[in-house]
């Protein structure tokens, strides 16, 4: 063997690290250089063999017949590597952050390869990173590592530098084929037999060996090639390259009788193992071209003595592991290049459910049990989820993590579309199912990417009143049972983050009434094990109040009560606990009376837990950093200075996030006919902005790609869940809505026009199931001030009107022409309750033509005005109104906010959805009114103030027949019943 492998390595290598637990991988990082040449290294042996081949020539050596030259192997890597490096360059033009990982396990404490793979990947402008592994680890170790790469989004190429006895089918085949760099797993392999090259990754080193031949001007057509000693991958890809350039090719073990036979016929030999010494080269015939691409090289362990210059074709296995790496840097950009591809916008290759309408529509519930669901995996990779970014709960529903924003960053967001109404009856207008029969027609009938994003049903309405709210016939989510109970829990950690922070604030009063600052402060700063300290949230409180010190014991008696002490006033407590039920004996309540509590009674309430601040700022959250702060930032009370006291003064921050830290990943579910559905946050759309989460609807808009759509809801009419949506939930997201569609119904309509009242369970009176198209023309004074309402925003309005069997067609022809007439983009009737996707196929088209419309999307109100004139430009410009009339109560809750700092936040109106106005009987388009507010509450956190419109009542009640009465369980089969 050339004694110059050695010295180069000598050369080469910096201290090794020793054998121990394998190195995590860590956050790849740009590959370290070595110093010297450009190839640290590399250059330096070639140039060494360059010098050599000359002094070889000067003395007489022959090179064989023909005396043929080698090839310029220096020139050959240098090709290899420089085009890898212009063709990453033009992918990160367009692509600035981009930079392709490659991973290298290693079992074993000879880095040869790692430094030659760290020169190349620096030289070509990619990231490598290793993960050393003691020598001695078995397979169920190595597997382990290559499942974690697997699942890394960051890494992009993964190969092995193992012992050969390691390279066993099963963790070959545990790589993913779309990673494996190195060509050895079973689906590349059968891609290269089939003809496939394009599509799959070859072995570098067999594809070094043929490099060097051909350029070394060896004809492979009609030669004899023997492989010998090659095992598994490397002899398959071998066989398989040699034969496609016209070879015949014969492959042996060492130990084969044949073999002296064998060698003394090839034209080419190729050493895929280390030759034993027993072999002598005289087998081999003279002229022949002989090359070594032993696996155990790869791993750092050198081959037997090389030919050398005892025949034509000097290439040693120094030559084919250069190239073999070079070729790997070269396989690596190729699957970066792949993986960019797979991030930028294309169709999804999604398999949509088939429905088969029945007339009569049977019940929602029948509907969505008679629908198989597609397997909640299977649907995330339709629509391009990787599988790590994914939380499975069961088998229809699971949680995507937020780091998919991260991957898909650069990928331009789709078109995104609001689904609002006109002021609803009580038995609502149907803006779900719109939402969601419009995105079954955009997917499965149009065949273009759209997403639904929809709120979390509370369990008060779903046991009270309104019963399920997944949509509804033929266009809704399913499972709908799955929906409408408890989903994966997200309302339950709001309320149990809700509640901890409401016995926070009661505790804290009690032990501050009841201990000496001393006492206090020593209970509050403990001493654990000897050692006194002060927790990061503590040492926040200490920064707020300018105390610049870390060591308790160092505090004054002042900095120690200043620290202790909240001073809660009871009387300005506005956190209130929660509970996900209709209980209106909750709405008043005295907590403190036991004996314990020693008088530190007081008069409170319970919400409903979907009003909670924490559902706000779950759905108004951009990242699990921005959460915690937002909690924290939530005022509880006001101390008896007047300042605020926050959730972070209290010390339960972190604690929150704890509880809150899987509700903030959005739901995945789908719809009847298959296409993806978001399901986040549910704000009560009272009091709170009444949208689905920023979260769900940002990482829709980067899977649905540029030419995709997201359609999100808003909660009750445009002039209550529009309004918000744009005014705080698009200044909170930065998000620009490219159109609105305004649902609509004969039914509210002709209630607008003068009808008679609707009420929930009570059979509708004749006017609303006979044609009668005078109210419906009255009534539509109400569509046209909502469609007025959207063009305040700039935003294209296109009307969805959901047609119910008792419509008639001169209704909904009337519908529709004074829609237009009033402004509307289009004006279309729907059909999906009674068919599905295919009833909107005609609102999709309308949809997808105003998108394309130039937005000139604005905000109502700059939010620097005083928070009086914020809340008089809502009523006017939206609901009409002639002025607004604070209570003296509500104009102190201003003047404290406005003191407190708080003044520039935009405004969430609490107002009754069933009007224009404060008056819920008050029906089509109220005049000449003023505005009376009640109260002024502030939603810190969250990053609004509420103003209450006359009375709201935060926690519904139960009516006299709620819709539990109708829910069962069938203890057979454990199949619900009689839910909608």
């Not at 009370?637 to 903030?664: C, F, Q």
């Not at 009833?839 to 998108?851: I, N, Q, T, Y």
Request: hydrophobic share 40%; with cysteine.
């Amino acid at each position: 063997m050339s004694a110059l492998l050695p010295r180069f390595l000598r050369q080469l290598r910096c201290p090794l690290q020793p054998a121990g637990p394998p190195r995590r991988l860590r956050a790849p990082g740009r590959a370290s250089s070595h110093g010297g040449d450009r190839y640290g290294g590399v250059e330096g042996l070639l140039g060494q063999r360059r010098q050599r081949r000359q002094q070889n020539a000067q003395a007489g050596t022959s090179h064989g017949p023909g005396g043929r030259e080698p090839p310029a192997r220096n020139s050959i890597v240098r090709e290899v590597i420089q085009n890898s490096k212009e063709v990453l360059h033009l992918l990160q033009e367009k692509n600035p952050a981009f930079k392709p990982v490659l991973a290298i396990i290693q079992a074993g404490d000879d880095n040869f390869m790692q430094e030659v793979n760290q020169n190349l990947a620096e030289e070509a402008g990619l990231n490598i990173t290793h993960i050393c592994l003691p020598p001695e680890s078995g397979e169920d170790e190595i597997i382990d590592e290559i499942l974690k790469i697997n699942e890394d989004t960051r890494v992009h190429g993964l190969a092995l530098q193992i012992s050969e006895n390691l390279f066993s089918n099963k963790v070959l085949n545990a790589l993913k084929p779309e990673k494996d760099v190195d060509g050895v797993t079973d689906v590349n392999l059968g891609k290269l037999v089939r003809g496939d090259a394009h599509e799959c990754f070859v072995s570098p080193v067999a594809r070094a060996v043929i490099e060097l031949l051909e350029k070394s001007g060896v004809n492979l057509d009609g030669k004899k090639v023997l492989v010998v000693g090659a095992h598994g991958s490397l002899e398959a890809t071998l066989q398989c390259l040699f034969q496609r350039r016209g070879s015949m090719t014969m492959s042996s073990q060492w130990k084969a009788p044949q073999l002296q036979s064998k060698l003394h016929e090839a034209d080419v030999v190729v050493f895929g193992s280390p030759k034993p010494e027993e072999i002598p080269f005289s087998w081999i015939q003279p002229g022949a071209t002989v090359l070594n691409c032993s696996h155990d090289l790869l791993s750092g362990t050198l081959g037997c003595g090389s030919p050398g210059e005892h025949f034509s074709g000097p290439i040693t296995e120094k030559d084919v592991s250069l190239l073999a790496a070079a070729l790997r840097i070269q396989n690596m950009v190729v699957s970066g290049r792949r993986w960019l591809r797979e991030q930028q916008y294309t169709r999804w290759r999604l398999h949509c459910l088939k429905l088969q309408p029945l007339s009569p529509v049977p019940s929602d519930i029948e509907i969505s049990r008679a629908q198989t669901p597609k397997s909640v995996d299977v649907l995330a990779k339709e629509i391009g989820l990787l599988a790590d970014e994914i939380e499975i709960y069961g088998k229809s529903k699971a949680k995507v993590r937020l780091s998919l924003l991260e991957r898909l960053k650069d990928q331009a967001d789709g078109k995104y579309v609001l689904v609002a109404g006109i002021t609803p009856t009580p038995l609502g207008e149907g803006k779900s199912t719109v939402t969601v029969g419009l995105v079954q027609a955009l997917t499965a009938h149009l065949n273009i990417n759209s997403f639904a994003c929809l709120r979390q049903p509370s369990q008060g309405p779903t046991f009270g009143v309104k019963g399920g709210a997944a949509g509804g016939g033929y266009a809704q989510v399913i499972p709908m049972e799955e929906f409408n109970l408890h989903l994966t829990g997200d309302i339950h950690a709001i309320t149990a983050a809700n509640n901890l922070l409401a016995a926070a604030i009661d505790t804290r009063i009690l032990h501050e009434n009841t201990q000496t600052d001393k006492a206090l402060y020593n209970r509050l700063v403990p001493s654990v094990n000897g050692v006194r300290e002060f927790s990061d949230i503590q040492l926040a409180r200490l920064k707020k109040l300018g105390i610049d010190k870390t060591d308790p014991g160092a505090l004054t008696e002042e900095e120690m009560r200043r620290f202790a002490r909240l001073d809660i006033d009871p009387s300005t407590i506005t956190w209130q606990r929660v509970l996900d039920t209709n209980d209106r004996f909750l709405r008043k309540i005295t907590i403190g009376q036991a004996n314990t509590e020693k008088g530190c009674s007081r008069q409170a309430q319970f919400d409903i837990a979907v009003a909670s601040e924490i559902m706000a700022v779950l759905a108004l959250t951009n990242s699990l950093k921005d959460m915690k702060e937002r909690l924290g930032r939530m005022v509880v009370a006001s101390d008896k200075n007047g300042h605020p006291v926050t959730a972070e003064d209290l010390g339960v921050t972190g604690a929150l996030t704890v509880l809150m830290k899987d509700a903030i990943k959005p739901n995945l579910m789908q719809t009847l006919e298959g296409t993806p559905v978001f399901v986040h946050a549910g704000p009560f759309a009272n009091i709170a902005h009444g949208n689905s989460s920023v979260l769900a609807d940002k990482i829709a808009l980067k899977l649905v790609g540029e030419e995709g759509f997201v359609v999100t809801e808003a909660g009750f009419g445009a002039d209550i869940g529009m309004e918000k949506f744009f005014n705080i939930k698009c200044r909170a997201s930065g998000l620009v809505p490219n159109v609105v569609v305004l649902v609509a119904t004969v039914r509210a309509l002709k209630m607008h026009g003068g009808g008679p009242s609707v009420t929930a369970g009570v059979p509708l009176k004749r006017e609303y199931t006979e044609e009668n198209i005078q109210l419906v023309a009255d009534g539509c004074c109400n569509l046209q001030k909502q469609i007025q309402i959207a063009q305040l925003f700039g935003v294209p309005v296109v009307v969805a009107l959901n047609v119910f069997k008792t419509d008639t067609r001169a209704e909904i022809d009337l519908v529709c022409e004074l829609a237009k007439r009033a402004g509307a983009f289009d004006a279309v009737p729907c059909y999906h309750w009674s068919v599905g996707g295919k009833g909107s196929v005609d609102l999709a088209w309308a949809v997808r033509e105003a998108a394309s419309k130039r937005s000139r999307f604005r905000f109502l109100y700059d939010v620097q005005l005083p928070i009086v004139e914020k809340i008089r430009t809502i009523a006017q410009a939206v609901y009409g109104a002639r002025d607004i009339e604070l209570s003296p109560e509500a104009q102190a809750k201003v003047d404290r906010y406005t003191e407190q700092g708080f003044g520039n936040l935009p405004i969430c109106m609490a107002k009754t959805h069933l009007s224009l106005s404060h008056q819920p009987d008050k029906k089509g388009v109220p005049r000449d009114f003023i505005l009376p507010i009640s109260d002024v509450r502030a939603s810190i956190g969250a990053g609004f103030i509420y103003p209450l419109v006359g009375t709201m009542s935060t926690m519904p009640g139960l009516p006299t027949r709620p819709c539990f009465y109708d829910i069962d369980l069938d203890t057979e089969t454990e199949q619900v019943k009689g839910l909608f």
